[in-house]
């Protein structure tokens, strides 16, 4: 079935650092993919998409490209912020509606 | 309204109680989602609404799980005789359409603690 993998984290990191957290997905049929970010104490919100293969999704710094011949999505940021803390989910919808996720990435990032 | 709305935005309730869990949409959009977000299992799809109709209930772990959406708008998710294993935030999303790259715009959710 559809699946998302994404490293697990926690990822520890100090400002102004590079971010790469990996996330890879099921190949079947044309998938969107997301990233969805949950800051402490909020709910889900949608950081970036990207809905067809060599698509960039970019927001607040962060970049995700959609590589086909590598089923990746990998999210990128250049120099994180102690306010990016949060955990990172990336996810799948394909021909049906239902988003699927992978298990989330913890990112702590220190003064 | 601005935003997917849920209520309540914590539940307490003992085991073997029924609970009914409330998501407002935002205005317009068609289509609503239930998910489960757990600690063991992580995010979890329970259930889709297009309209009133909800073609998908695959998602739903166990015939003590139901939801309605009345008027294309408001969705309440009731659990029966609740379990410790219900234990989780329920969280509703909605999208304009439901179709195609359609995003999902997700609530705040409700937490649900099954004593």
């Known amino acids: 079935g559809d699946s998302v993998t994404q490293m697990e984290g926690p990822v520890t990191l100090s400002e102004e650092a590079f971010l790469t957290i990996n996330c890879t997905y099921t190949?079947?049929?044309?998938?969107?993919l997301f990233w969805y970010v949950q800051y402490p104490g909020e709910g889900l919100q949608l950081l970036l998409k990207?809905?067809?293969?060599?698509d960039k999704g970019s927001n607040k710094g962060f970049e995700a490209t959609y590589r086909k011949e590598t089923t990746s999505f990998h999210l990128e940021k250049g120099s994180v912020q102690v306010s990016d803390s949060a955990v990172y989910f990336c996810?799948?919808?394909?021909?049906?509606?239902?988003?699927?996720f992978g298990k989330g990435t913890l990112l702590t990032v220190n003064p | 309204g601005a935003g997917v709305s849920q209520s309540p935005s914590n539940k307490v309730t003992e085991k073997g109680k029924d609970v009914e869990l409330r998501c407002d949409p935002i205005?317009?959009?068609?289509?609503l989602y239930w998910y489960r977000q757990s600690l063991g299992q992580g995010l979890e799809f329970l259930i889709y609404?297009?309209?009133?109709?909800?073609?998908?209930k695959s998602g739903l772990p166990s015939d003590r799980f139901s939801a309605e959406r009345t008027g294309g708008s408001v969705s309440t998710l009731t659990i029966q005789r609740t379990q410790q294993e219900d234990s989780a935030v329920y969280l509703c999303?909605?999208?304009?359409?439901?179709?195609?790259?359609?995003?999902?715009?997700f609530g705040p959710g409700t937490r649900l603690t099954v004593l």
């Open positions: 205005s317009g959009h068609t289509a």
């Open positions: 609404f297009q309209g009133n109709s909800a073609p998908d």
């Open positions: 999303a909605s999208s304009m359409t439901g179709e195609g790259t359609d995003t999902q715009y």
């Open positions: 990207a809905t067809k293969a060599d």
């Open positions: 190949a079947t049929g044309y998938p969107s």
């Open positions: 996810a799948r919808r394909g021909s049906n509606y239902k988003l699927t």
